[in-house]
C-alpha cells in the first residue's frame, strides 16, 4: 500500500499539462508525502456516469449477492488493517491506536449492516386499508438511486464517510466519496481495496476543490457531514437539481452540571468528552453550564483533568496532533476572542505547530465566538448558571447542540432533560458522543 498525509495544498501540474495535484502533508512533521490528481468536473462527471451504467449491475445481484461482495472487503479491510491504521494516523495526525479504533467503527458499521440488510430492505404491508370498508392496501418498497455521493470530513475521514456509504452500496446504489482535501488517501485506499477484490466497478473516490461542487451536479442523492455554513450551500445545489440530500451538520455540544451532580465523574469524563482527539469529534463538547453553587470547585476539577492530558511533548506518538493547521488559527483565534472579552485562561491556550494544548476557559459569555462557533479544538469553556432551566435554555441556543450530557443525581431531572433536548442525543452522567471506541475485534 501506498503511504501518504494531511493538510494540503493544490497546484496546478507543472508545463499545465494534465489535471491539478493534490499534495497532501503529515501535520505531525509537515513532510509532504503524496502528491495525487485532482479530479475536474468533467472527470467527476465521467465517473458518476460509469457508476451509473454498472449500478444496473449491482443492483440485479440483489441483497445476498451484494452481501457477498461486502463480506470480500471486510475481508480485504481486515488482511489490510494494519496499513490502514499506519495511513490513517499518518494523514490526520492522530495516535495509531486511535487510527485503528476508527477503523474498527467501520469494521463495525460493515457487520451491523451486512447482518440487517435484508431485514432493512425488506417490504412492509403496514396496514390492510386506509379506512373502514376501503378496498385499499398499502405497501411500502426501497429502491435505491442509481449513483449516491457522500461528501466527507476531516475529523473523522474514515468512519464517517462509510458510515454513509456502506448502507447504500448494501441497498444497491452506485457511490462516489469525495473525501475532505486534507485527508483523502486512506479512503482513496479503500475504495482501491474494494476494486482489488474483484467487486463490481460501483465504489470510487474522487478528490479536490472542484469535486465536492461536481458530485452535487451529477449524483442522484447526497450524503454530506460537515459545518453548517457549507451544509447550506449542499442543501442549496441540491434543491436546485430537485434531488434529495442528507445533512449531518456541526454544532456545539454542550454538557450541563448540575448542584448535585458527582464532580469528580463529571470532570473526568467532560475533559475527555471535549478534549480527547484533540477535541475534533464533530459532537464532542464544546460549552459547559454549572450550576453556580458548585462552578468553583466543578471548576478546579476539570482544569487538573485538563492538565493531565498535557500539551505534546518530545516524541511521544501517543498523542496526537491537530489535522488541520488552518483550523488551529480558528481555535487560537476563538480563544483570543474570549480573553480579550473577559474570559479567564484557567489552563493551556497555546498553539505549537500542530498541536493545541488542552485549554479551560472561565467566565465565559455569549458574546465570545467560543460560544457561538463550532470549535472543532480541545477548548472547554465553562458557564456560571444560577439554576437548571437557565443552563438548559442556553444549551439549546444557536447553533445548538448535536448531543448533550446533563450531570445530576435526580433521576426525574435527566429524564426531562432527554425530553426537552429530543431529537438530539442526550447522556445522563455520561458523555453523549457521536463516535465512539466500539469492543476490539
Given at each position: 500500500m501506498r503511504t501518504a498525509l494531511s493538510a494540503y495544498s493544490e497546484v496546478p501540474s507543472a508545463g499545465k499539462v494534465g489535471p491539478p495535484m493534490l499534495i497532501v502533508i503529515a501535520p505531525a512533521d509537515g513532510r509532504v508525502i503524496d502528491t495525487i490528481p485532482a479530479h475536474t468536473p468533467d472527470t467527476v462527471r465521467d465517473t458518476v456516469d460509469r457508476l451509473r451504467d454498472n449500478s444496473v449491475l449491482w443492483r440485479s445481484l440483489g441483497v445476498v449477492g451484494r452481501i457477498h461482495w461486502l463480506y470480500s472487503f471486510r475481508n480485504w479491510l481486515q488482511d489490510n488493517r494494519s496499513g490502514l491504521a499506519t495511513l490513517l494516523s499518518l494523514e490526520t495526525g492522530k495516535p495509531e491506536t486511535e487510527a485503528d479504533a476508527e477503523l474498527a467503527l467501520t469494521l463495525e458499521a460493515l457487520d451491523h449492516y451486512r447482518a440487517n440488510a435484508a431485514e432493512f430492505l425488506g417490504g412492509r404491508m403496514p396496514q390492510a386499508a386506509l379506512r373502514p370498508g376501503a378496498a385499499m392496501q398499502l405497501a411500502v418498497a426501497h429502491h435505491s438511486c442509481a449513483v449516491v455521493g457522500v461528501i466527507g470530513p476531516w475529523t473523522y475521514p474514515l468512519a464517517l464517510a462509510m458510515f454513509d456509504a456502506l448502507p447504500a452500496l448494501l441497498a444497491g446504489a452506485a457511490v462516489v466519496v469525495k473525501p475532505s482535501s486534507q485527508t483523502p488517501l486512506?479512503?482513496?485506499?479503500?475504495?482501491?481495496?474494494?476494486?482489488?477484490?474483484?467487486?463490481?466497478?460501483?465504489?470510487?473516490?474522487?478528490?479536490?476543490?472542484?469535486?465536492?461542487?461536481?458530485?452535487?451536479?451529477?449524483?442522484?442523492?447526497?450524503?454530506?457531514?460537515?459545518?453548517a455554513e457549507t451544509g447550506k450551500v449542499v442543501a442549496l445545489r441540491a434543491a436546485a437539481r430537485l434531488i434529495p440530500c442528507c445533512l449531518d451538520l456541526g454544532g456545539k455540544s454542550a454538557a450541563v452540571v448540575l448542584a448535585d451532580a458527582d464532580l469528580d465523574k463529571a470532570a473526568a469524563s467532560i475533559a475527555f468528552g471535549g478534549l480527547a482527539n484533540s477535541g475534533q469529534n464533530p459532537n464532542g463538547i464544546e460549552r459547559v453550564y454549572v450550576e453556580s453553587a458548585v462552578y468553583d470547585a466543578f471548576l478546579d476539577k476539570l482544569v487538573d483533568e485538563a492538565a493531565a492530558f498535557g500539551p505534546i511533548l518530545g516524541d511521544d506518538t501517543a498523542v496526537g496532533v491537530m489535522t488541520s493547521a488552518k483550523h488551529i488559527d480558528v481555535v487560537r483565534d476563538q480563544v483570543r476572542d474570549a480573553l480579550l472579552k473577559g474570559a479567564t485562561l484557567r489552563c493551556g491556550g497555546t498553539a505549537a505547530g500542530h498541536s493545541f494544548e488542552p485549554t479551560v476557559l472561565a467566565d465565559?459569555?455569549?458574546?465570545?465566538?467560543?460560544?457561538?462557533?463550532?470549535?472543532?479544538?480541545?477548548?472547554?469553556?465553562?458557564?456560571?448558571?444560577?439554576?437548571?432551566?437557565?443552563?438548559?435554555?442556553?444549551?439549546?441556543?444557536?447553533p445548538g447542540p448535536p448531543c448533550v450530557s446533563v450531570w445530576t443525581s435526580d433521576i426525574a431531572v435527566g429524564a426531562r432533560a432527554v425530553g426537552r433536548f429530543a431529537p438530539a442525543p442526550v447522556g445522563v452522567n455520561d458523555v453523549s458522543v457521536h463516535v465512539a471506541r466500539p469492543a476490539p475485534y
Open positions: 486512506t479512503l482513496r485506499a479503500i475504495t482501491a481495496g474494494w476494486a482489488s477484490t474483484g467487486a463490481p466497478a460501483v465504489f470510487e473516490t474522487v478528490t479536490g476543490h472542484d469535486a465536492g461542487p461536481a458530485v452535487l451536479d451529477h449524483v442522484d442523492y447526497v450524503r454530506f457531514t460537515g459545518s465565559v459569555d455569549p458574546t465570545m465566538s467560543v460560544l457561538t462557533q463550532q470549535t472543532l479544538g480541545p477548548v472547554l469553556p465553562v458557564v456560571r448558571v444560577a439554576a437548571a432551566g437557565e443552563a438548559f435554555e442556553l444549551a439549546l441556543r444557536p
